[in-house]
């Protein structure tokens, strides 16, 4: 069976790379190329689903390609962590390639062709599944160039505006910063091992220095790609810069890579008998400030596309609260509880892919509609669009984390590990693991009047614009690709039983402990985490509840010879109800704004222009600007300093040929004196 899903997990990425090559071969010919390239991508995520499932369990299976550098070939693995995120890559990439044949219609006939996106969408598929099946650091780092670079290109569709051009600017910058200290913790194992392949690595032995060496190359490295506070500045811009779909995969898919790549690094090579008590506080400490910030600048977005971009930092830092909770308890000897943890945040590391990817989609087909991606434009949507509305409000629901959804099963996991703390020896960590809680807390509150605001600002209420008032309901391929998703969403809200022990295969590789008797896994009904005694869930008992609610509620609004009476909405005896009457994207924020005005630290534009007299106010202008405190305060002031020093030293570029061998010969001379030493 393990064959099999390798077998299929290559075949996945095959299909890809037919994708790829076919695409410019069919260039002339624009309608075939954008079904041609959207089914095959489809077609590559149900391989890769097949592939994930087959490969959740104990066994694993290995391949050697002939390709690559002559003395290095390519080696392929697939164990239960590579199987879990051939999963998590398939169950988004098959919808997506599903909605995008609808939606690369609209960009055919804007562009007369997609000869970027047929060529540069498959490679990006490759890409992550590449590095998802690499078993060694050549073929990893291979595979992670090719998604950075593809999505370089994808960023940058829309070349001709300039802040498009602006955001695939900086994502390549901080992508390939990511990928030299990624490098950097590879070489560190490689000096250990002597050798590129994953097997050597794993099996080396690491001193303590070097143990951290690797961990913090691999926690600033991953974390960057990420996009972990403080190093998320360029995924706000990135994501809303590039086309829905290719926005979709980033935040659904591509984030988690990078979360699979410190899992398969620390977890997997350098080992769990090498973590530091402080490792797993550092990443608490990440995941809880990626969270409160994510959510909070969310909050202030009137960008469609940045909120949900923001939105992206809050939900991995809730990935890394529930790794770093793994982290701890399995450094302070309690493995079942570590398991508990792993389990909340790969539980929640697929949800994410789902209602992100979901919400992505939905912006897209908001923006198909409207041409506008300002929230501010929109309204009274869910009239127009009513297949979309009731997608986004299933992944509004779900990323909010309400039951009976699955946003809510991976929260309340994480919950359930933060609460057994009381193990912990250690005064700090124990103190540190119920603040990391709090935070989530507080970020899963934020996030329900977020996305409140999100589906109350673009979907009810009145039309703010003429072509939010004339918007149309995309086609059947955008909403079957919305509503796979949205499916999964449900399933994997009510049926959490089923799906844990499946992937439970993944803490047995890597923290050698199992939660297969609490979990129950004979009984469907109730979710038990850690034990009956302590807490419990049953989540279809929850959804025939809230079924069983809404039917009482809709026979008594509704029932039999009752008439309903409609009339005019009460305006306060104003004149009829208009859409400057109606909440706004600021408006709603305004409270949270002042509340955090802290963390905020907002930028207010005042001012005043007068008429013909001194005394007589033509206008007032009032403007408040939000943006990114790390951004402000750590990034341009790094910018600076840096400008100023490449100023000081541009002169050197204009000394003569003596100049330069003095520099010349000073380096050598450095060199053999450090050899000498």
């Not at 929850?542 to 039999?560: D, E, N, P, S, T």
Request: proline letters at 4%; a neutral charge.
């Amino acid at each position: 069976m393990i064959d099999s899903a390798l077998l299929l997990a290559i075949s996945a990425m095959a299909t890809c790379l037919f994708a790829a090559l076919l695409s410019p071969c069919i260039g002339r010919f624009p309608a075939l190329q954008r079904l041609s390239v959207s089914l095959l991508l489809a077609a590559s995520g149900a391989l890769a689903m097949a592939a994930g499932l087959f490969g959740l369990n104990d066994s694993e299976a290995v391949m050697t390609l002939p390709i690559g550098l002559p003395w290095l070939p390519m080696h392929l693995h697939l164990d239960a962590l590579s199987a879990f995120f051939m999963l998590t890559i398939g169950i988004l990439l098959l919808p997506v390639g599903i909605y995008s044949v609808g939606y690369l219609k609209e960009i055919v006939a804007k562009n007369g062709s997609i000869q970027q996106m047929g060529l540069f969408l498959p490679l990006f598929a490759l890409g992550m599944q590449g590095v998802v099946l690499a078993d060694d650091a050549y073929t990893f780092m291979v595979f992670w160039e090719i998604m950075s670079l593809a999505s370089y290109f994808l960023v940058t569709f829309e070349h001709e505006n300039e802040a498009t051009r602006k955001a695939g600017f900086l994502y390549l910058l901080m992508a390939h910063l990511a990928g030299l200290l990624i490098l950097g913790a590879f070489s560190v194992l490689y000096a250990a091992a002597g050798d590129f392949s994953f097997v050597a690595m794993r099996n080396a032995e690491l001193s303590p220095g070097m143990a951290t060496a690797a961990f913090l190359l691999a926690a600033f490295g991953f974390g960057m790609k990420a996009g972990v506070v403080p190093l998320h500045v360029w995924l706000p811009d990135a994501h809303s810069a590039a086309p829905s779909n290719v926005s979709a995969l980033m935040s659904g898919i591509m984030l988690k890579v990078a979360i699979f790549g410190f899992m398969r690094l620390i977890w997997d090579l350098v080992g769990m008998h090498e973590f530091a008590w402080w490792w797993g506080a550092l990443v608490l400490a990440a995941g809880s400030s990626s969270a409160i910030t994510g959510i909070l600048m969310a909050l202030q977005q009137h960008d469609l596309k940045r909120l949900l971009a923001y939105s992206s930092v809050e939900n991995v830092g809730i990935i890394l609260i529930g790794i770093g909770m793994a982290m701890t308890f399995a450094a302070s000897g309690h493995p079942l509880i570590a398991v508990l943890g792993m389990i909340a945040a790969l539980y929640h590391t697929i949800n994410h892919a789902l209602f992100k990817g979901m919400l992505f989609m939905g912006a897209g087909a908001v923006m198909h509609a409207t041409g506008s991606r300002d929230m501010e434009s929109m309204g009274g949507l869910i009239h127009r669009m009513p297949a979309t509305a009731v997608f986004v409000l299933i992944a509004c629901i779900s990323i909010s984390g309400l039951p009976p959804f699955n946003g809510f099963v991976s929260e309340w996991l994480t919950f359930q590990t933060a609460l057994l703390t009381p193990h912990l020896e250690n005064t700090l960590l124990a103190a540190l693991i119920p603040f990391s809680a709090s935070m989530l807390a507080l970020a899963g509150a934020l996030a329900a009047a977020c996305f409140v605001k999100l589906f109350g600002i673009v979907f009810q209420g009145q039309a703010r614009s003429t072509a939010a008032a004339q918007a149309h309901e995309v086609d059947g391929w955008m909403k079957a690709g919305m509503a796979i998703p949205a499916l999964f969403c449900l399933l994997l809200g009510v049926l959490p039983t089923l799906f844990i022990p499946l992937i439970e295969s993944v803490p047995q590789m890597l923290i050698h402990a199992s939660l297969a008797g609490s979990v129950q896994p004979e009984n469907w009904l109730w979710l038990t985490p850690v034990s009956a005694d302590r807490a419990s869930y049953a989540a279809p008992m929850m959804l025939f509840g809230m079924l069983i609610l809404a039917a009482l509620i809709y026979w008594r609004l509704h029932g039999r010879g009752k008439r309903i009476l409609r009339s005019a909405v009460w305006s306060c005896g104003h004149a009829p109800l208009n859409p400057r009457m109606q909440y706004t994207s600021t408006s709603y924020s305004q409270p949270l704004k002042r509340i955090f005005s802290g963390a905020y630290l907002p930028e207010v534009h005042e001012g005043t222009r007068y008429g013909v007299h001194p005394l007589v106010v033509h206008s007032v202008v009032y403007a408040v600007h939000i943006g990114d405190l790390f951004y402000r305060r750590l990034y341009l002031p790094v910018g600076r300093i840096t400008q100023a020093i490449a100023d000081r030293l541009a002169h050197e570029h204009e000394r003569g040929m003596h100049a330069y061998l003095a520099y010349i010969f000073s380096t050598i001379l450095l060199l053999l004196l450090w050899v000498v030493q």
